[in-house]
């Protein structure tokens, strides 16, 4: 075939086929070029006369390889071939990609291996899909000519519909009686009385044909994805019993089917190979709305309540089945959601960098919120709706990184209650902006920020989203469960030399769980060690302060999450099994009811101790804490649900588990001997996470009494994000900082302390938390919420200082004293210099710092200038 000179025309190249030339006017510059075929051969000639015609035109050319089929193109001088692995997966795949384009910028030459080869990695059509709309427009944008291939017969209709949508030229190849012909489908902005024939190729001629000519089976578009042809021939399988596929080929499937759900992590593999079975992978199957996985946190719940049901056989009936609870909506739904609404580049330029502000955040989450669904996707959820009921449920993450080993997450990503009540269509509309929301939050600082110091943020990290019933009961116009909280393999918090490490912890609330996860206002979680159920940290009237009196609920009057006193519960009439649950109050004394009855109007804080002293409750977690550890071969990190019958029978509702990070040094540390009393700053026998700190030179101090003494609440609120201002600036200088701060660092509530997250304090090497008790100001060791985990992998060490204790040696004078050089590092946030300093240790001295000491074993620590 006769090759045709480029034309005059800038915006215009040769396909290097005159005759293809003359049939779609030439290709433009920008044309993203879809060839249909039968034989890779077919789309091989194509490729090979596109790209000596791009050498002849001097243009860059690049051979984005990925297939597992053999070469497309012959390696030539002036042809750059990039080489990716699919199996890294769609984020990871999908960004390489776009670095390239990026790269060679405008008026490139590309040809792709063949797209179909996609689905045999990825598992879905609906993921080739989303990377076909990712990726082209950019192309596009950049005026540069791309070839793709695909196979015909391979794909669903809606695949290769938003093809066809997307790209600007779609060719059909295909053989007739061992000749090739080829047919336009699609050629963009251009048109002729002759275009979409079809066209047999006969030597140097095409020779248009009649559509008669062409049978209809080639434009037959059906399926070979994995996510349904695995699925079909396993449920046929299981319907045929003893007379389908031999056990060999329907283990083959188990497994590919238990890959696209739960993932190819092989500690996961393991624990799904064995605790899972087939009708349980089907059923997941069934219930999982678009394609693709379910993600960490429901993989985690799914195989723990396999796993303790397994283990504690002896007391299953603790472990009720609750399969029906759970919804999923795969992990290729987000990708759809963000091609669909024009969100992949924003969030691909935000995980490049690992740095989003809070105020571009609320910018990126408000274009979030105000994305749409196809109208199928909103059938589905419309589906699942109907399935839901009147109950309320809650819109839970489930990002493939999540829970995962050595990545927690926990709190990273959001999760929504939805109360459920309203007209059919108030309740699509709440139901879709949580799944937003969760989306959303794949942005937030903190998550970034996370996957940054942890080297994820070239992760194929997926956001996947679990829908569940929420677990309790209607009492009045509030919806809660009796019992919730989180239960730890292993104690790091253990108060006494009686308690066993190794027994565990339970953080225990009445009400939603949330209480148990955050860091909240006046009121405290009750903690219990396994090992010592009935000893706690407090003693005598310090029980009363100490204790739970607030109730995180849903309010099915106003459709709203809320927290109300304990007071606001029994207004709604009789609890059921409140004398478990509460002691009385009186003159600041504690006394228990008497048997079963509760004194009407009587004071009462939440105490369980008739929970824990009269029910197997306590027991029963620990048994479940230990076959977990067990199995997983690794401290575990639970939430729960739990009720207790009138009996006293107790029931548990695992709502997640995943492996628990555990801190580095366990062992005595080497002490510091002989310190002069002036360089001593201050010391503590309580903290978390022992070892020596790396010397540091920054120390961020919010004085306490100028905290206490503002009358301004909204520059309080201001503070956590000049607290990250700092942060920011020290890690571009690669310093790590302590800092000290009044009350409770991460509450919620601004008078009991500064309201940071992870992002403001990822930095950070030492968090001290001073307790000035007169202020209002008291610490609260938080083991086992989401403020806390962050503390503990990222191995920041944390403690309480309480200044008035004659054993603190509180050096008061050199925080007091000591230059604020805010001004300096960060000369825009001058205005909070009052309040918050800046102290380089260094400033007087170079070789200055601070060092922190704390020893696991004799509890106690100091930290020092030296």
């Excluded at 015609?53 to 690049?62: G, H, L, T, V």
């Excluded at 053999?70 to 080489?83: F, T």
């Excluded at 029910?615 to 071969?633: H, K, N, S």
């Excluded at 548990?652 to 580095?664: A, E, M, T, Y």
Aim: aromatic share 10%; proline share 6%.
């Amino acid at each position: 075939m006769d090759e045709k000179p480029p034309s005059a025309n800038p915006k215009w190249m040769s396909s290097g086929i005159p005759q293809l030339d003359d049939i779609l006017h030439g290709l433009r510059l920008g044309d993203n070029v879809v060839w249909q075929i039968d034989s890779l051969d077919h789309y091989r000639d194509f490729a090979c006369a596109f790209q000596r015609q791009a050498a002849r035109d001097q243009r860059p050319f690049i051979y984005i390889r990925f297939g597992p089929h053999d070469p497309i193109l012959k390696s030539v001088p002036g042809m750059v071939i990039e080489s990716f692995d699919p199996r890294d997966g769609f984020d990871v795949f999908s960004a390489q990609v776009n670095r390239i384009i990026t790269n060679w910028g405008e008026r490139a030459c590309y040809v792709f291996d063949n797209l179909s080869c996609l689905v045999d990695w990825w598992a879905t059509d609906e993921l080739l899909a989303n990377f076909f709309q990712a990726t082209c427009p950019y192309l596009f944008e950049l005026d540069t000519v791309a070839y793709f291939a695909l196979d015909r017969d391979k794909h669903t209709d809606d695949a290769v519909a938003r093809i066809r949508d997307t790209t600007q030229v779609l060719l059909d190849a295909f053989m007739i009686d061992q000749t090739v012909h080829v047919r336009p489908l699609k050629v963009w902005q251009r048109h002729s009385p002759h275009m979409f024939l079809p066209y047999r190729l006969e030597g140097e001629a095409w020779i248009p044909i009649p559509e008669s000519s062409v049978p209809s089976s080639s434009l037959v578009h059906a399926t070979t994805a994995p996510w349904d042809t695995v699925y079909a021939a396993l449920r046929d399988a299981v319907e045929a019993g003893g007379d389908g596929p031999d056990v060999k080929q329907r283990r083959a499937w188990q497994k590919r089917l238990a890959d696209m759900l739960l993932g190819q992590d092989p500690k996961i593999e393991r624990l799904t190979e064995r605790y899972l079975s087939l009708e349980a992978l089907l059923h997941i199957r069934q219930r999982v709305i678009g394609s693709g996985r379910i993600g960490g946190k429901a993989a985690g719940m799914i195989l723990a309540r396999a796993i303790v049901r397994h283990q504690c056989r002896t007391i299953a009936s603790a472990f009720p089945l609750l399969d029906e609870d759970s919804f999923y909506i795969g992990s290729d739904v987000f990708y759809t959601f963000l091609v669909h609404n024009h969100h992949f580049r924003a969030r691909l330029s935000a995980t490049r960098t690992g740095h989003v502000t809070h105020e571009q955040f609320e910018q990126l989450e408000e274009r979030f919120l105000a994305g749409e669904f196809d109208p199928a996707r909103i059938a589905e959820f419309q589906t699942l709706l109907d399935e839901l009921g009147d109950a309320p449920y809650i819109v839970r993450s489930s990002s493939l990184l999540e829970d995962g080993f050595g990545n927690a997450f926990a709190g990273k990503y959001r999760s929504d209650f939805c109360v459920n009540r309203g007209s059919p269509e108030e309740r699509l509309a709440e139901f879709m902006q949580a799944v937003k929301s969760v989306y959303a939050s794949t942005l937030n600082p903190d998550a970034l920020s996370y996957r940054r110091n942890r080297g994820m943020l070239e992760s194929d990290e997926q956001m996947a989203v679990l829908v569940q019933r929420v677990a309790g009961e209607q009492h009045g116009r509030y919806f809660f469960p009796a019992l919730a909280g989180v239960a730890f393999s292993r104690n790091l918090y253990a108060w006494t030399d009686r308690i066993d490490p190794e027994a565990g912890i339970i953080r225990l609330v009445f009400g939603l769980g949330t209480r148990a996860v955050n860091r909240v206002s006046r009121d405290y979680p009750r903690m219990i060690a396994v090992s010592h159920p009935e000893l706690r940290p407090e003693i005598g009237r310090e029980v009363t302060t100490y204790s739970q009196r607030h109730v995180d609920v849903l309010d099915l009057d106003s459709g709203t999450f809320a927290t109300v006193r304990m007071k606001k519960i029994l207004e709604e009439g009789p609890y059921r099994g409140l004398h478990r649950l509460v002691s009385i109050v009186t003159d600041g004394d504690l006394s228990e009811p008497i048997g079963s009855r509760v004194p009407p109007g009587a004071d009462v804080v939440l105490t369980f101790n008739r929970l824990i002293r009269d029910t197997d409750f306590v027991a029963v977690l620990g048994r479940m804490l230990r076959a977990l550890e067990d199995v997983y071969e690794h401290p575990v990190d639970t939430e729960f649900t739990a009720a207790v019958s009138p009996d006293g029978r107790v029931e548990i509702n695992v709502l997640q588990c995943r492996p628990l990070w555990l801190p580095g040094a366990k062992e005595r540390v080497e002490w510091p001997e002989d310190l002069a009393p002036e360089s001593v700053c201050f010391r503590s026998d309580r903290f978390i996470n022992g070892g020596v700190s790396q010397p540091i030179r920054y120390v961020i101090y919010v004085d306490p009494r100028a905290y206490g003494q503002m009358a301004d609440n909204q520059t309080r609120k201001m503070l956590p994000r000049v607290i990250g201002q700092i942060n920011h600036a020290m890690r571009e200088r690669n310093e790590r900082l302590m800092m000290m701060g009044p009350g409770r660092w991460g509450s919620s509530n601004p008078d009991l302390g500064i309201g940071v997250g992870y992002a403001d304090i990822d930095q950070v090497a030492v968090l001290i938390e001073i307790a000035h008790e007169e202020d209002g100001h008291v610490p609260e060791v938080s083991y086992g919420t989401h403020f806390f985990q962050d503390l503990v992998e990222a191995e920041i060490i944390y403690m309480p200082v309480y200044p008035s204790h004659p054993d603190a040696d509180f050096n008061e004078t050199f925080f007091r004293e000591s230059a604020n050089q805010l001004g300096e590092y960060c000369p825009s946030l001058s205005a909070y210099a009052s309040i918050v300093k800046l102290i380089d240790v260094a400033s007087d001295h170079d070789d200055r710092r601070i060092q922190l000491v704390a020893d696991p074993e004799s509890r106690r620590a100091v930290c020092y200038i030296g």
